[in-house]
């Protein structure tokens, strides 16, 4: 099984900054794209920013130029770098991985982490 561990959640003034990282432990081969998701009280789960194992990225258009998607290929993590802040993304954000792995047979699953709240005063 695989485990993905958010972390750097937490209150946050308007136009502040956060970082979050995810962390990834298991018996895997290797993870494929890995990707933040958000959701906010009411609303769908939305994709916020992916990062491929090449590094190509690709946002949310709401978050284009305030977040910055990284990862550590040798360390197995995450991170997303949250600028200017808004209280519009609030939200519990979650950790995704797309990741190769021997269960039965040899192939990709997909997994979640719990998510880290968010929080931005105004």
């Known amino acids: 099984q695989v485990q993905l561990v958010e972390s750097g959640g937490g209150l946050v003034q308007a136009g502040g900054s956060l970082r979050l990282s995810c962390a990834a432990s298991?018996?895997?081969?290797?993870?494929?794209?890995m990707a933040w998701y958000r959701q906010a009280p009411g609303k769908q789960r939305e994709l916020v920013a992916l990062i491929t194992r090449n590094g190509r990225t690709n946002y949310a258009d709401s978050v284009k130029g305030r977040f910055t998607i990284s990862r550590d290929i040798a360390n197995n993590t995450m991170y997303l770098q949250m600028n200017s802040l808004k209280p519009e993304d609030a939200a519990v954000y979650y950790c995704?991985?797309?990741?190769?792995?021997?269960?039965?047979?040899?192939?990709?699953?997909?997994?979640w982490g719990q998510g880290t709240q968010v929080t931005v005063s105004s």
């Open positions: 995704y991985a797309d990741v190769l792995m021997l269960l039965v047979v040899t192939s990709t699953y997909q997994y």
């Open positions: 298991g018996k895997f081969i290797s993870i494929n794209d």
